[in-house]
Nanobody, 125 residues
Framework: VQLQASGGGLVQPGGSLRLSCATS????????IGWIRQAPGKEREGVACMASGDRRLNYPDAVKGRFTISRDNAKNLFYLQMNTLRPEDTTVYYC???????????????????WGRGTQVTVSS
């Protein structure tokens, strides 16, 4: 099983970034997906999550309307489009997948089975 996140970088406040997560080694289309971030000294936080079947979405209020998660099952890829970025969005972002997660628990990091290495996002002028 492999997950590889990419697309992080330095962006000015108000800018956009698109993160990608390439997956392999498991039946991707059956898995729920999520982007998790963890700032220094803080707990991990699920910021964008999608259920596998009906593709229902779950975002915290802090990113709602700015972040969009999507998936391409044919390519075993998923994405995080981040718009109107703020300095407080600066941290490492991880992609993760989990098989058996109920909708109400999609944003709970411990629910995820497989994780990629993080990609750093820095929002600064």
């Amino acid at each position: 099983v492999q997950l590889q996140a990419s697309g992080g970088g330095l962006v000015q406040p108000g800018g956009s970034l698109r993160l990608s997560c390439a997956t392999s080694g498991f039946s991707f289309r059956s898995y729920n997906i999520g982007w998790i971030r963890q700032a220094p000294g803080k707990e991990r936080e699920g910021v964008a999550c999608m259920a596998s079947g009906d593709r229902r979405l779950n975002y915290p209020d802090a990113v709602k309307g700015r972040f969009t998660i999507s998936r391409d099952n044919a390519k075993n890829l998923f994405y995080l489009q981040m718009n109107t970025l703020r300095p407080e969005d600066t941290t490492v972002y991880y992609c993760a997948t989990g098989l058996r997660i109920i909708l109400s628990s999609l944003r709970i990091p411990d629910q995820y089975d497989y994780w990629g290495r993080g990609t750093q996002v820095t929002v600064s002028s």
